[in-house]
């Protein structure tokens, strides 16, 4: 048997979930527990998804038959700004549940964000982009501070979204080998 305990955020109990013959137990730190048939999952969604307090979460989502989905990450809430990272049972437990599932032949393994969120992503961050070029045209000679902080923020942010799209490409994955960019 497999455990993993975490807490998303402030307003979720911690939550303990077990993996033991072919059933996932999940308890609640309010007293509620839960079992799922692992023949009732219909997929599992990994995908890098930091915040600004969390740089280096990861998420999984298991979509359930009955429309209900579970989420885990990797890291463990502790309080405000405060989270544990947990990255090390998290892979544990995910690559373990994956393997079982493998067994499921209408399972589904999914990786990264939908192309259409890619897409989004993309056109929001041309968009900004070109608005600041478009401020420093206009603000050139009055305020060149603005333009160096204003080609700062640029530099900054460009390479964190590359990073950010390789991790996240739409992808399907093999439950035997889980890529790396899915996983802590």
Same mark, same amino acid.
């Given at each position: 048997?497999?455990?993993?305990?975490?807490?998303?955020?402030?307003?979720?109990?911690?939550?303990?979930?077990?993996?033991?013959?072919?059933?996932?137990?999940?308890?609640?730190?309010?007293?509620?527990?839960?079992?799922?048939?692992?023949?009732?999952?219909?997929? $599992?969604? @990994?995908?890098? /998804?930091? !915040?600004?307090?969390?740089?280096?979460?990861?998420?999984?989502? #298991?979509? *359930?038959?009955?429309?209900?989905?579970?989420?885990?990450?990797?890291?463990?809430?502790?309080?405000?700004?405060?989270?544990?990272?947990?990255?090390?049972?998290?892979?544990?437990?995910?690559?373990?549940?994956?393997?079982?599932?493998?067994?499921?032949?209408?399972?589904?393994?999914?990786?990264?964000?939908?192309?259409?969120?890619?897409?989004?992503?993309?056109?929001?961050?041309?968009?900004?982009?070109?608005?600041?070029?478009? $401020?420093? @045209?206009?603000? /050139?000679? !009055?305020?060149?501070?603005?333009?160096?902080?204003?080609?700062? #923020?640029? *530099?900054?942010?460009?390479?964190?979204?590359?990073?950010?799209?390789?991790?996240?490409?739409?992808?399907?994955?093999?439950?035997?080998?889980?890529?790396?960019?899915?996983?802590?």
């Amino acid at each position: 048997m497999i455990e993993y305990r975490q807490r998303l955020h402030a307003f979720s109990p911690e939550m303990h979930y077990q993996l033991h013959e072919g059933q996932l137990t999940v308890n609640s730190a309010k007293g509620n527990t839960r079992l799922y048939s692992l023949k009732n999952v219909q997929s $599992v969604h @990994l995908r890098y /998804a930091p !915040t600004r307090v969390q740089r280096q979460r990861y998420l999984a989502t #298991i979509r *359930l038959k009955n429309s209900r989905s579970l989420s885990l990450s990797n890291e463990h809430y502790r309080g405000v700004y405060d989270f544990e990272d947990r990255s090390a049972d998290y892979r544990a437990f995910v690559q373990s549940l994956c393997r079982e599932l493998a067994q499921q032949p209408n399972c589904g393994f999914h990786g990264g964000n939908s192309p259409g969120t890619n897409l989004a992503i993309w056109l929001s961050y041309f968009a900004v982009m070109g608005l600041l070029l478009l $401020v420093m @045209l206009f603000l /050139a000679a !009055t305020f060149p501070l603005l333009i160096i902080l204003q080609i700062a #923020i640029m *530099l900054f942010y460009t390479p964190a979204l590359i990073r950010y799209a390789r991790r996240n490409k739409s992808q399907t994955f093999d439950p035997q080998q889980i890529h790396d960019n899915l996983l802590p």
